[in-house]
């Protein structure tokens, strides 16, 4: 079992920063992979980034590349991800997600636990 609890959102505007945060227990958090998914109104949820077990490789959305950093600190159980450049269409709930098996790192499907998820509001 994997527990996860995401913090870290908020209301900025648009241009502005904001990083978030998912804190794991459970399981030992270094041996799994992590992502982040993300989920407008009216939307399906999407995939924006994930890490691998180790932190040595990463993956982006196309939307998300190059404004948005995903890390993690296996000695804290966490992984964040940093969000630079905001634009309104960045606007979701934000999930941290845990991989413990094998899958495509952009499929949703294939994570097994989800945090509750935290709003990202940015204005234009």
């Known amino acids: 079992q994997v527990q996860l609890v995401e913090s870290g959102g908020g209301l900025v505007q648009a241009g502005g920063s904001l990083r978030l945060s998912c804190a794991a227990s459970?399981?030992?958090?270094?041996?799994?992979?992590m992502g982040w998914f993300r989920q407008a109104p009216g939307k399906e949820r999407e995939f924006v980034a994930a890490?691998?077990?180790?932190?040595?490789?990463?993956y982006y959305a196309d939307s998300v590349k190059g404004r948005f950093t995903i890390s993690r600190d296996n000695a804290k159980n966490t992984v964040y991800l940093q969000m630079n450049s905001l634009k309104p269409e960045d606007t979701a709930v934000y999930y941290c997600?845990?991989?413990?098996?094998?899958?495509?790192?952009?499929?949703?499907?294939?994570?097994?636990?989800w945090g509750q998820g935290t709003q990202v509001t940015v204005s234009s």
């Open positions: 890490i691998s077990w180790s932190g040595g490789s990463t």
């Open positions: 459970g399981r030992t958090f270094s041996s799994y992979a």
């Open positions: 997600a845990a991989l413990i098996g094998y899958s495509d790192y952009d499929a949703s499907f294939g994570y097994d636990y």
